[in-house]
């Protein structure tokens, strides 16, 4: 009788980790758009972790970073008097996964995430943003690395 009520349990909880499983995988699989390599200039600020991809004009993914970028960003911003509110733009090349449009990043204020797996190339950018925002990304972008 213990043998059979052992059993019993161990295959229900085979089975309630199974279709947990497949419900992570299924909420992942509607995420996830692609993995794809972008170029951009990033900014972190307070409250913020921007990244305005080159290839898309006009738009601003929040960006999550691994520890390999957030050193390397800490170490071309560091002489700066207040990164943490105003902010270093640097340049960046990284790879990793890109989601669907929605709302992401503080308040939903931005309409995908970018996920860093790898960094490729990061620069800091001299100047700063003078007038038409738009038109100096697309300035810093076409100069590129």
């Not at 161990?10 to 497949?22: G, I, K, R, V, W």
Request: hydrophobic share 35%.
């Amino acid at each position: 009788m213990i043998v059979c009520l052992i059993g019993l349990s161990a295959c229900a909880t085979a089975q309630d980790e199974s279709t947990a499983d497949a419900v992570d995988d299924e909420q992942w699989s509607d995420v996830i758009e692609d993995t794809s390599v972008t170029t951009g200039i990033y900014i972190s600020s307070f409250e913020a972790s921007i990244l305005y991809p080159c290839e898309e004009p006009g738009e601003r993914w929040w960006m999550s970073t691994n520890a390999e970028f957030s050193e390397r960003y800490r170490a071309l911003t560091k002489e700066d008097e207040e990164p943490v509110y105003r902010g270093t733009h640097v340049l960046v090349r990284v790879e990793g996964d890109k989601t669907e449009f929605g709302q992401y990043g503080h308040l939903g204020a931005y309409s995908r995430e970018f996920t860093v797996t790898s960094l490729i190339d990061m620069r800091r950018i001299d100047s700063e943003p003078e007038g038409d925002e738009a038109e100096w990304i697309h300035a810093v972008c076409e100069v590129g690395f």
